[in-house]
T-cell receptor, first 110, second 112 residues
């Protein structure tokens, strides 16, 4: 069974700092890895999708890396803004399902 | 493109009742998955439908059942509701294996 862990569970940073969110998973036989953003009480917004053959993906201020052999992914958010405050979820895709971590709850302080 | 749409957005039911949640996938997507997200937790996989058949199932009791229609839309049914079924129910659609999943806004179910 795939187990996904996200550390830290919660963090607060001042505006302008770079954010580093970590995700680890136990089974390296994955199809892909996705990072999502979730605002309170809302659905999930896909941020980045990394295929198992890729090492990283970038979109604007966001960059995600994938190291399948060590079972790790990192999401970097450059120059954080108050609008980046949300919960970020890592999801590992395999065997026709996604396995999620519990999320990193981020607060960016103006 | 309307994306993934779910209805209703909120629902309050009494313990023991039955509920049906609905999902329309993103245009061009043929696969629908359902997830349950309890407060403060990550989403948990319930099941996935493809070609109107249940393709995969997570660790949920038979009280949870579903259906996929020829137009790829889907329903999630929960019978004999328990207080512990209170959660945000998320629908995700995708196309093919390895493609990214797109999620709807969810249905907040409260069982009293």
């Amino acid at each position: 069974k795939q187990e996904v862990t996200q550390i830290p569970a919660a963090l607060s940073v001042p505006e302008g700092e770079n954010l580093v969110l970590n995700c680890s998973f136990t089974d390296s036989a994955i199809y892909n890895l996705q990072w999502f953003r979730q605002d309170p009480g809302k659905g999930l917004t896909s941020l980045l999708l990394i295929q198992s053959s890729q090492r990283e993906q970038t979109s604007g201020r966001l960059n995600a890396s994938l190291d399948k052999s060590s079972g790790r992914s990192t999401l970097y958010i450059a120059a954080s803004q108050p609008g980046d405050s949300a919960t970020y979820l890592c999801a590992v895709g395999g065997n026709n399902r996604l396995a999620f971590g519990k999320g990193n709850q981020v607060v960016v302080i103006p | 493109d309307a994306g993934v749409t779910q209805s209703p957005t909120h629902l309050i039911k009494t313990r023991g009742q039955q509920v049906t949640l609905r999902c329309s996938p993103k245009s061009g997507h043929d696969t629908v998955s359902w997830y349950q997200q309890a407060l403060g937790q990550g989403p948990q996989f319930i099941f996935q439908y493809y070609e109107e058949e249940e393709r995969q199932r997570g660790n949920f009791p038979d009280r949870f059942s579903g259906h996929q229609f020829p137009n790829y839309s889907s329903e999630l049914n929960v019978n004999a509701l328990l207080l512990g079924d209170s959660a945000l129910y998320l629908c995700a659609s995708s196309w093919g294996t390895g493609a990214g999943a797109f999620f709807g806004q969810g249905t907040r179910l409260t069982v009293v």
